[in-house]
């Protein structure tokens, strides 16, 4: 009897054993790591070895993304870029009076975030952060009321950064003393865009660094704000990017020191020709936007 126990004994433990063909092979994948011993020999740790090696296989992570070098950066050349740009209506539109306040800045020599460069006008501002809106109100013309009735026309040259908030300007300190005494530092005040007469055309000029196969561009002495700049290539105009420090970047070199094109917030067109490619000079045009 007893021999027969053993052999009874042995015949279980036989690796060929049937006493778990009955279950799922998932159930060998959830029950194997928990289940059996480490180091253990049975047939359930080696199922589910292979099926676990089988999903790896099916469903292996996907590879890793291209490092930051190796992802193009876009180009001015990129159509939704490019229509992004030209198509945003803006934040200061004409005839719409706006509030805030007005506080003042010490403008130096008048340059600012726009880089037109140095101004004998020093009736200038910076445009709070929100309504620069990445130089888009470069240029513009402002007409600033206080509540004593006092009133100044300023032009924006400069960016005021955060914490400045929407409808608030920062006015140069000459500026400031048209309005009130400069010892109360900030006041409430109304402003609305303003399209003025002057006697003298707009100007184009060239970045620092600009040639045939890169090149900024820059609009200078415009009525009325800029809205879309444009350069003529083979393929037709191509509408330009607009940078934070007011230059039209064309960064693969097309259309520069060609036929430009410029649109004002009006949607009025300009069409300049034989402007020659010279960084850093200020080319006059015969050309200005209508007053509004």
Same mark, same amino acid.
């Given at each position: 009897?007893?021999?027969?126990?053993?052999?009874?004994?042995?015949?279980?433990?036989?690796?060929?054993?049937?006493?778990?063909? &009955?279950?799922?092979?998932?159930?060998?994948?959830?029950?194997?790591?928990?289940?059996?011993?480490?180091?253990?020999?049975?047939?359930?740790?080696?199922?589910?070895?292979?099926?676990?090696?089988?999903?790896?296989?099916?469903?292996?992570?996907?590879?890793?993304?291209?490092?930051?070098?190796?992802?193009?950066?876009?180009?001015?050349?990129?159509?939704?870029?490019?229509?992004?740009?030209?198509?945003?209506?803006?934040?200061?539109?004409?005839?719409?009076?706006?509030?805030?306040?007005?506080?003042?800045?010490?403008?130096?020599?008048?340059?600012?975030?726009?880089?037109?460069?140095?101004?004998?006008?020093?009736?200038?501002?910076?445009? #709070?952060?929100? /309504?620069?809106?990445?130089?888009?109100?470069? &240029?513009?013309?402002?007409?600033?009321?206080?509540?004593?009735? #006092?009133?100044?026309?300023?032009?924006?040259?400069?960016?005021?950064?955060?914490?400045?908030?929407?409808?608030?300007?920062?006015?140069?300190?000459?500026?400031?003393?048209?309005?009130?005494?400069?010892?109360?530092?900030?006041?409430?005040?109304?402003?609305? %865009?303003?399209?003025?007469?002057?006697? /003298?055309?707009?100007?184009?000029?060239?970045?620092?660094?600009?040639?045939?196969?890169?090149?900024?561009?820059?609009?200078? &002495?415009?009525?009325?704000?800029?809205?879309?700049?444009?350069?003529?290539?083979?393929?037709?105009?191509?509408?330009?990017?607009?940078? /934070?420090?007011?230059?039209? %970047?064309?960064?693969?070199?097309?259309?520069?020191?060609?036929?430009?094109?410029?649109? /004002?917030?009006?949607?009025?067109?300009?069409?300049?020709?034989?402007?020659?490619?010279?960084?850093?000079?200020?080319?006059?045009?015969?050309?200005?936007?209508?007053?509004?």
């Amino acid at each position: 009897m007893a021999v027969g126990v053993l052999a009874c004994l042995a015949l279980t433990l036989l690796p060929g054993s049937r006493s778990g063909a &009955g279950l799922p092979t998932d159930a060998y994948v959830a029950a194997g790591p928990a289940d059996a011993p480490s180091g253990s020999g049975s047939s359930a740790a080696v199922v589910g070895a292979a099926t676990a090696s089988t999903r790896a296989t099916v469903t292996s992570p996907p590879p890793p993304p291209p490092s930051a070098a190796s992802i193009p950066s876009p180009s001015a050349s990129s159509p939704a870029r490019a229509e992004s740009a030209a198509s945003s209506p803006g934040r200061i539109k004409p005839s719409v009076s706006y509030q805030g306040v007005a506080t003042s800045y010490a403008a130096g020599d008048g340059n600012g975030a726009c880089l037109y460069g140095p101004s004998g006008d020093l009736m200038i501002a910076a445009m #709070n952060h929100t /309504d620069y809106e990445s130089a888009r109100a470069c &240029g513009a013309y402002v007409r600033v009321r206080a509540a004593n009735g #006092n009133s100044i026309t300023v032009r924006i040259v400069n960016e005021c950064p955060l914490p400045c908030a929407p409808g608030q300007l920062d006015l140069s300190q000459q500026a400031f003393a048209e309005l009130a005494n400069p010892s109360l530092g900030r006041i409430p005040v109304t402003w609305t %865009l303003l399209s003025p007469a002057t006697p /003298d055309t707009l100007s184009i000029r060239y970045k620092t660094g600009s040639s045939r196969s890169w090149c900024g561009v820059q609009v200078i &002495g415009h009525r009325n704000p800029v809205a879309v700049l444009e350069l003529r290539t083979a393929n037709g105009w191509r509408k330009l990017p607009r940078t /934070d420090y007011n230059y039209f %970047l064309s960064a693969d070199g097309s259309g520069c020191g060609g036929a430009i094109r410029v649109t /004002d917030l009006y949607g009025e067109r300009l069409t300049v020709e034989g402007i020659a490619l010279k960084p850093d000079v200020a080319q006059p045009t015969r050309v200005q936007f209508a007053r509004r």
